[in-house]
């Protein structure tokens, strides 16, 4: 299976953020009519309100940190925190862009930023593998979506060969793919969004935290380009919640026209503030993404000891093994030595490639590696061949 593309280091590179640029004018419109909604100064947990939705005034409340915890009402009504603010002007310089905004999870932010952005005409160009999350998205957007086989850089020029018969284009992956743990070739498809004005959106959800210059994800690698970056803050960061960062056009839009942001109670401010705090630990945690891609590195080692072949690269591990039945047996097998996987079947991935999926973190010991290696290599005789 594929694994991490080289990455083109070209310091002549120069990334136009054009993909997205017409929401200057889009925007525009909204004010001329009256209908701009700003993002303004945080509310104080403290002010007197008569808009929460806190019937019972049970949101307010300080928890043990001194944070509140429930917003009260979606973030344009009154749920605006001081917290949601620090989190997003932290997450957008850990990326290296003008602003963020937070979602209530990676599902709402991948499903608000699509549907925000395309539309009736447009295009969309989707990886064959990418999650439940963009696919109901892009439906959402009922723009004409165009599925790609996995990885497969060429057929997304092809598809944009077609871009004069469209709006406007998007072409959608994720960083690092959940299900196969590989990468798509995000120089390639830079180079490709530019050439075509399409705009490159990217689910960083699995890479941020663990891959790239420290821990920032594939996109901030050199010339690579993404128009849009979404990243999820249940996986690295500890916390809840996820984040669409971009330039400050695309948070204001998104801030108006995103409706799982616009029509949701936002984040509790305690959760928000936990995952600053975490933010501020990942940032400074290279010691821990190290120990995670050793001990993935030895997993996989192990496994190929054993005549197996793991997928891809990184701190997921998957192992193929077929029919829906075989993985199930496999995983049951490893639970009752003490050993906890999940074991992934069609739909979540293709016909005859039904897995076991290993996820590696920075807890786990040599030992723990070896441990599993010992529990895999006394299951393997029990599964038929």
Request: net charge neutral; charged share 20%.
């Given at each position: 299976?594929?694994?991490?593309?080289?990455?083109?280091?070209?310091?002549?590179?120069?990334?136009?953020?054009?993909?997205?640029?017409?929401?200057?004018?889009?925007?525009?419109?909204?004010?001329?009519?009256?209908?701009?909604?700003?993002?303004?100064?945080?509310?104080?947990?403290?002010?007197?309100?008569?808009?929460?939705?806190?019937?019972?005034?049970?949101?307010?409340?300080?928890?043990?940190?001194?944070?509140?915890?429930?917003?009260?009402?979606?973030?344009?009504?009154?749920?605006?925190?001081?917290?949601?603010?620090?989190?997003?002007?932290?997450?957008?310089?850990?990326?290296?862009?003008?602003?963020?905004?937070?979602?209530?999870?990676?599902?709402?932010?991948n499903v608000g930023l699509l549907s925000a952005l395309a539309?009736?005409?447009?295009?969309?160009?989707?990886?064959?593998?990418?999650?439940?999350?963009?696919?109901?998205?892009?439906?959402?957007?009922?723009?004409?979506?165009?599925?790609?086989?996995?990885?497969?850089?060429?057929?997304?020029?092809?598809?944009?060969?077609?871009?004069?018969?469209?709006?406007?284009?998007?072409?959608?992956?994720?960083?690092?793919?959940?299900?196969?743990?590989?990468?798509?070739?995000?120089?390639?498809?830079?180079?490709?969004?530019?050439?075509?004005?399409?705009?490159?959106?990217?689910?960083?959800?699995?890479?941020?935290?663990?891959?790239?210059?420290?821990?920032?994800?594939?996109?901030?690698?050199?010339?690579?380009?993404?128009?849009?970056?979404?990243?999820?803050?249940?996986?690295?960061?500890?916390?809840?919640?996820?984040?669409?960062?971009?330039?400050?056009?695309?948070?204001?839009?998104?801030?108006?026209?995103?409706?799982?942001?616009?029509?949701?109670?936002?984040?509790?401010?305690?959760?928000?503030?936990?995952?600053?705090?975490?933010?501020?630990?990942?940032?400074?945690?290279?010691?821990?993404?190290?120990?995670?891609?050793?001990?993935?590195?030895?997993?996989?080692?192990?496994?190929?000891?054993?005549?197996?072949?793991?997928?891809?690269?990184?701190?997921?591990?998957?192992?193929?093994?077929?029919?829906?039945e075989m993985a199930l047996d496999a995983a049951a097998r490893l639970r009752a030595a003490?050993?906890?996987?999940?074991?992934?079947?069609?739909?979540?991935?293709?016909?005859?490639?039904?897995?076991?999926?290993?996820?590696?973190?920075?807890?786990?010991?040599?030992?723990?590696?070896?441990?599993?290696?010992?529990?895999?290599?006394?299951?393997?005789?029990?599964?038929?061949?």
């Amino acid at each position: 299976m594929s694994r991490l593309p080289a990455v083109a280091t070209d310091p002549t590179f120069h990334v136009k953020q054009s993909g997205l640029a017409y929401l200057a004018d889009e925007l525009a419109a909204l004010r001329s009519a009256g209908l701009l909604r700003q993002r303004t100064a945080p509310t104080e947990a403290s002010a007197l309100t008569f808009c929460s939705n806190d019937y019972l005034g049970l949101s307010g409340r300080p928890g043990p940190d001194g944070h509140a915890g429930g917003a009260g009402a979606s973030r344009l009504v009154l749920g605006d925190r001081p917290e949601h603010h620090k989190l997003e002007d932290d997450f957008a310089r850990f990326l290296g862009r003008e602003g963020s905004l937070l979602f209530p999870s990676g599902y709402a932010a991948n499903v608000g930023l699509l549907s925000a952005l395309a539309s009736r005409g447009d295009l969309v160009i989707s990886d064959a593998l990418n999650h439940a999350s963009i696919v109901d998205g892009a439906r959402l957007s009922r723009a004409t979506v165009r599925i790609i086989p996995h990885l497969d850089t060429g057929a997304v020029a092809d598809a944009l060969r077609d871009r004069s018969a469209f709006g406007r284009a998007f072409i959608v992956t994720e960083s690092y793919f959940s299900m196969d743990a590989d990468s798509p070739d995000l120089v390639a498809l830079t180079a490709l969004s530019r050439r075509f004005d399409a705009a490159l959106l990217v689910d960083e959800a699995h890479a941020l935290g663990v891959l790239g210059p420290q821990g920032r994800g594939l996109c901030m690698e050199p010339s690579v380009g993404a128009d849009a970056v979404v990243g999820t803050l249940g996986k690295s960061f500890g916390a809840a919640g996820a984040i669409v960062a971009g330039s400050e056009l695309l948070r204001t839009w998104l801030w108006n026209r995103a409706r799982s942001f616009v029509f949701t109670t936002g984040v509790s401010p305690a959760i928000a503030a936990h995952a600053t705090r975490n933010l501020a630990e990942v940032e400074a945690a290279n010691d821990l993404r190290a120990t995670v891609l050793v001990r993935a590195e030895q997993l996989r080692a192990g496994m190929r000891a054993l005549g197996l072949s793991p997928w891809g690269y990184g701190p997921i591990v998957p192992w193929v093994l077929g029919p829906p039945e075989m993985a199930l047996d496999a995983a049951a097998r490893l639970r009752a030595a003490g050993v906890l996987v999940q074991a992934i079947r069609p739909p979540t991935v293709p016909a005859g490639t039904a897995r076991l999926r290993f996820t590696v973190t920075a807890r786990h010991t040599a030992e723990d590696v070896d441990g599993l290696l010992a529990e895999i290599a006394r299951v393997l005789p029990c599964l038929p061949r």
